[in-house]
């Protein structure tokens, strides 16, 4: 099998790495890719978002099977564009990637299929977005309609900052604030049958015990010691064939990776948001412990023949990521600076680029992130560490505290 990946951050290498792995996977090729994933595939040059040059690229490599990993070329209608080709695509149609594309169109479909999640309204004025913040009161939820890259969500007390990223935002959600513990649930569907991965938690906040703005996230692991039994099977239930039955319903059926964002709350679980890609850095643990061949796992997704596709091999014990990010990061990233001491297996790459005399140099916020497996979690957290601290960035900073909460059993649903 000829696959064809897109993208080209720290989730794109982690699923680099993954089918470069799988023995049926005779070529892989990344575009635009990093240098992290040039270790593993050949680089081509694309824009990943025109959907006419992508799918040129998988007919000119002679693909069986596209991935695609990030949400702009979803919503840009790359996978159409490729499916046209007559080539497997992972990854939904730009109309059922507006699960990721439009909170107000998720929230529609949710309510349709009586998904449980937040209360909601959708505000286009100072006058809604006030009358939807005196509603809910603190702390306030306040989302951008579009893509923002998993930064375009504000959770404050502070009701001025609240209406301000409203402002800026122009359209947006405002929910009811959620409480309970976070749970990235990824399920892989050819539309009909699903398949869930192993669930992880991600870090979205920039510093130590959830402190500071939103990031795209700073660091992840699973599995989660403290989830309710079952957890995975009711989301299943109650989310997931639910969604993707109206989904089906509206004639626009959603193939790929269904991301399920969930809070655990005193009521059960709650869905916070729908992604139509594999998550980022959850995608670095959770592939890191799936045994499965993960090109085959995806193409049969692709090609609707995933209700046939054996069960799930998982390996023993934990992984843990941990996010290096660049001097300045989320507000304005420094980059080009050099990297030392990220040759070392474990280290994805996500921000990097490489000189034509080899010197390795930021290219990003999140530059990099140290990934590792143990036998149990804390094994997992010492080692990730141990490989974020033998690289050197000037200015670059993560934090100290990614699964300690879980390692120490301090993970508690409220109620």
């Known amino acids: 099998m000829r696959v064809l990946l897109v993208g080209g951050g720290g989730r794109e290498h982690a699923l680099a790495l993954g089918l470069a792995g799988d023995p049926a996977v005779e070529a892989l090729f990344a575009a635009p890719g990093n240098p992290g994933i040039a270790a593993v595939a050949q680089l081509r040059e694309v824009t990943p978002t025109d959907p006419a040059a992508v799918a040129a690229l998988a007919v000119e490599v002679a693909a069986d099977l596209v991935v695609i990993g990030p949400e702009a070329p979803l919503v840009a209608g790359v996978a159409d564009a490729v499916r046209a080709k007559g080539i497997a695509v992972f990854g939904p149609s730009a109309e059922a990637a507006r699960l990721e594309g439009s909170k107000t169109f998720a929230k529609d479909v949710m309510t349709a299929a009586a998904v449980p999640t937040a209360r909601a309204y959708t505000c286009e004025d100072a006058a809604a977005v006030a009358r939807a913040l005196d509603e809910f009161g603190a702390p306030y939820v306040v989302k951008d309609d579009g893509l923002a890259a998993g930064k375009g969500v504000v959770v404050t007390d502070d009701r001025a900052e609240a209406e301000r990223h409203a402002a800026e935002c122009g359209r947006v959600v405002i929910e009811e604030y959620l409480s309970g513990p976070e749970v990235s649930l990824f399920v892989v569907t050819d539309g009909e049958a ?19 703005p939103n990031t795209g996230g700073m660091g992840a692991y699973t599995p989660l010691p403290w989830a309710p039994p079952g957890l995975v099977d009711d989301v299943m239930r109650d989310v997931v064939h639910p969604t993707l039955a109206e989904l089906r319903r509206r004639g626009t059926p959603f193939a790929g990776l269904l991301y399920v964002g969930l809070a655990i709350t005193p009521s059960g679980p709650r869905v916070i948001e729908f992604n139509a890609r594999f998550g980022d850095p959850e995608t670095q643990v959770v592939l890191a412990l799936l045994e499965t061949p993960l090109g085959g796992l995806l193409h049969a997704a692709a090609t609707g023949t995933l209700g046939a596709h054996p069960p799930l091999r998982w390996r023993d014990g934990a992984a843990v990521t941990v996010v290096v990010a660049a001097e300045g990061y989320p507000a304005g990233p420094r980059t080009g600076d050099v990297i030392t001491g990220a040759d070392r297996a474990g280290i994805i790459h996500a921000g990097t680029r490489r000189d034509a005399d080899g010197t390795l140099r930021s290219a990003g916020g999140r530059v990099l992130c140290g990934t590792a ?28 505290d990614i699964a300690s909460a879980a390692v120490d059993g301090r993970v508690t649903i409220p109620g």
């Open 373 to 400: 497996t143990g036998p149990d979690l804390a094994a997992a957290r010492d080692a990730a560490y141990e490989l974020v601290r033998e690289v050197e960035l000037v200015g670059s900073h993560h934090r100290t």
């Open 194 to 212: 699903a398949v869930p991965l192993l669930p992880a938690q991600d870090f979205k906040r920039i510093g130590d015990g959830d402190t500071g």
